[in-house]
Nanobody, 122 residues
């Protein structure tokens, strides 16, 4: 199986910064696209940023220019640097990884982290 462990959430004032980390471990042959999603109270989960194995990135319009996603393939870890945080960024942030479990696997699987709370408030 695959485990994703997130860290770095917390309480920050508007305009502040946080860096989220998500480390993948377990039976991983290859990590494909990884990403960050968030879910605010009463709202659907939405994509925040994704990064492919080759390093191509995609961002939600609401975070472009403020958030940066990156990955360290040697550590099986994805990061989300969040700057200029706004109250509307308050949500539980989830890590997602698409994983190929074995060289013999014909399909890859999505795994989610447990979530980390980010609260932006004065």
């Amino acid at each position: 199986q695959v485990q994703l462990v997130e860290s770095g959430g917390g309480l920050v004032q508007p305009g502040g910064s946080l860096r989220l980390s998500c480390a993948a471990s377990g039976s991983i042959f290859r990590l494909n696209t990884m990403g960050w999603y968030r879910q605010a109270p009463g709202k659907q989960r939405e994509s925040v940023a994704t990064i492919t194995r080759g390093g191509s990135t995609n961002y939600a319009d609401s975070v472009k220019g403020r958030f940066t996603i990156s990955r360290d393939s040697a550590k099986n870890t994805v990061y989300l640097q969040m700057n200029s945080l706004k109250p509307e960024d308050t949500a539980v942030y989830y890590c997602l990884a698409n994983v190929l479990l074995s060289i013999y696997s014909t399909t890859s699987n999505d795994y989610w982290g447990q979530g980390t709370q980010v609260t932006v408030s004065s």
